[in-house]
Nanobody, 129 residues
Framework: QVRLVESGGHSAQAGGSLRLSCAASEYTGSIGCMGWFRQAPGKEREAVAGIGQDDGEDMTSYADSVKGRFTISRDHAKNTLSLQMNNLKPEDSAKYYC????????????????????WGQGTLVTVSS
């Protein structure tokens, strides 16, 4: 089974930046689309961004709440996923989870379609005003 390990969660001031990373290992050949979710205490899990491939080109999808501030990217050679978060807001505070889907999944609705293969354990982001 694919193993996903997130890192980079930290405390930040509003307006600041953080970069989250997700390292994938074991059976990485079974990974298609990847994405980030977040969940704040007492709130439902929210899809943040997804990145898949179409004809060998990375295609991305973002939640409206993070468009223009967050950028998802993927290093296929290193099997890593990143989320660059700029202009952070207190409402971005949450535990962020990396997720991987099976091959042929596409990025859609800030996430990916298809069969979900694995979740990470999450990394905590706290943004203070």
């Amino acid at each position: 089974q694919v193993r996903l390990v997130e890192s980079g969660g930290h405390s930040a001031q509003a307006g600041g930046s953080l970069r989250l990373s997700c390292a994938a290992s074991e059976y990485t050949g079974s990974i298609g689309c990847m994405g980030w979710f977040r969940q704040a205490p007492g709130k439902e899990r929210e899809a943040v961004a997804g990145i898949g491939q179409d004809d060998g080109e990375d295609m991305t999808s973002y939640a409206d709440s993070v468009k223009g501030r967050f950028t998802i990217s993927r290093d296929h050679a290193k099997n890593t996923l990143s989320l660059q978060m700029n202009n952070l807001k207190p409402e971005d505070s949450a535990k962020y989870y990396c997720a991987a889907w099976a091959p042929l999944a596409s990025a859609v609705d800030a996430s990916c379609d298809g069969d979900l293969e694995a979740w990470g354990q999450g990394t905590l982001v706290t943004v203070s005003s």
